[in-house]
């Protein structure tokens, strides 16, 4: 098995040789691993290739790539590309090139991936894990951290933003580098691939890390953008992951009004306040008593208007969330169990739809509109939670998944 260890540079010729050696020092610890180290440099102006170079003349396990444009995200992409095309590895691990990272937890973090996980981390916020740099740099990673948490809905993750990583070749393979902004000038690169990976159904562990704040050289970060890309990148996520249920809701508004007009119709030739039919539908049947009873409820004109009403918005609901609002679930089985499931899940709605309409027509002594709405909304959300686990459910072990995504 191969392990290479992917450093993306740009200007570390006062650390990139520490690094590497430190690196090489840490590989003894993995006897059972060919480890490699890949220097990804953005074609730095000073002395960091010539470095490299050198200590590759004599060391066959340390590679430079010269990825020639500028970015940290092009640097780790298309090294991690190179060290699986070209260096056939089988784990690919990254970390920065400014001694921030101690080579000595790899073969901790290297022993997770072993043991079946596709992604470790290195966690300066769980426990145990420290971030030695000042306040203001603290303050962007506990923020970030505490922001992609809340838009992303990851609350068992507690780092986005550190660089220290370890993952499988099939992880890198499988990630969606088309939804990856890492040609970005920032270092959103972090965050978007930890995303990805989700999206991947990757199995993630964290491991605690100790970041040391550079000794030598200088931060190319740029924290004000960085920042800025966080914010909008966790909008993206958050706008994708509410798709499912902003589709739902759009069938739901279609299907009150389809309801709503035909249950005016029906009962009183009404589409709402305005009188469009000389007679109700159901005019044949009488407004109230005396009509047929039984048990307590009247079988009179507005029961069973809003029957039919709510049983035709059943069927339309039934068609759009199958067709389109739950497409991308679990839909194995035939469409017509799935339609019996959901006629029959959907009673819970219909009777709160007709408990509320009861109640602000002969109770209240107000509209029967006032009482269909409240009882489509409170009908919608328990009919939401049931579509979810019991219709359509997720793809088994799809996790955060992008088919599972809701
Ligand atoms: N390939 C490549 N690496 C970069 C680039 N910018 C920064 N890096 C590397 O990314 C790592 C982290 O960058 P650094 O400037 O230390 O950011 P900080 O640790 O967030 O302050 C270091 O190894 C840098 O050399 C770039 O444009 N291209
Ligand atoms: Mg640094």
């Not at 780092?159 to 990630?175: A, C, G, I, M, Q």
């Not at 009962?267 to 048990?295: C, D, E, Q, W």
């Not at 408990?355 to 489509?376: K, N, P, R, W, Y």
């Amino acid at each position: 098995m191969r392990l290479v260890v992917n450093i993306p540079t740009y200007n570390e010729e006062d650390n990139i040789a520490d690094v590497i050696k430190n690196v090489l020092k840490s590989a003894k610890s993995m006897p059972k691993l060919d480890v490699h180290v890949l220097i990804s440099d953005s074609h730095s102006p000073d002395k960091t290739a010539e470095i490299v170079k050198e200590i590759s003349k004599t060391n066959q396990k340390v590679h430079y790539l010269d990825v020639k444009e500028r970015g940290l995200g092009i640097g780790i992409v298309k090294g991690h590309r190179y060290a699986v095309d070209k260096l056939k590895a089988d784990i690919l691990a990254q970390m920065d090139g400014d001694m921030s990272h101690d080579p000595s937890t790899l073969p901790e973090m290297v022993q997770f991936i072993e043991a079946g996980y596709d992604l470790v981390v290195g966690s300066r916020l769980m426990k145990e894990g420290k971030n030695l740099l000042g306040w203001h740099r603290r303050l962007f990673t506990r923020g970030s951290a505490f922001y992609c948490k809340l838009a992303w809905g990851t609350f068992s993750i507690s780092e986005y933003t550190n660089s220290y990583r370890v993952f499988t070749k099939k992880l890198f393979e499988n990630v969606n580098f088309a939804k990856v902004p890492w040609r970005s000038k920032t270092y959103i690169i972090q965050p978007a691939f930890l995303y990805a990976a989700l999206l991947a159904g990757a199995k993630v562990k964290e491991v605690p890390i100790t970041f040391r704040d550079r000794k030598k050289g200088y931060s190319k970060a740029k924290i004000v953008s960085y920042t800025f890309d966080v914010l909008k990148f966790g909008i993206k996520v958050r706008i994708e992951r509410s798709k499912t249920f902003i589709k739902f809701l759009s069938v739901g508004t279609l299907t009150y009004f389809v309801n709503a007009i035909l249950l005016g119709l029906l009962y009183r030739g009404n589409i709402y306040s305005m009188k469009v039919l000389p007679n109700a539908i159901l005019s044949f049947i009488p407004v109230s008593h005396p009509s047929t009873k039984i048990l307590f409820i009247y079988l009179d004109r507005l029961f069973v208007s809003s029957l039919i009403s709510i049983e035709a918005s059943i069927i339309i609901n039934f068609f759009f969330h199958d067709s389109w609002t739950f497409r991308h679930r679990n839909r194995e089985g035939s469409k017509l169990k799935r339609f019996l499931k959901f006629n029959l899940s959907s009673v819970g709605s219909p009777i709160i739809q007709l408990a509320s309409i009861l109640t602000f027509v002969q109770v209240l002594h107000t509209s029967e509109q006032v009482g269909l709405a409240v009882g489509v909304i409170i009908g919608l959300f328990v009919n939401y939670t049931v579509n979810l686990i019991w219709i359509w459910k997720e793809h088994p072990n799809q996790g955060l998944s992008e088919k599972g995504a809701n």
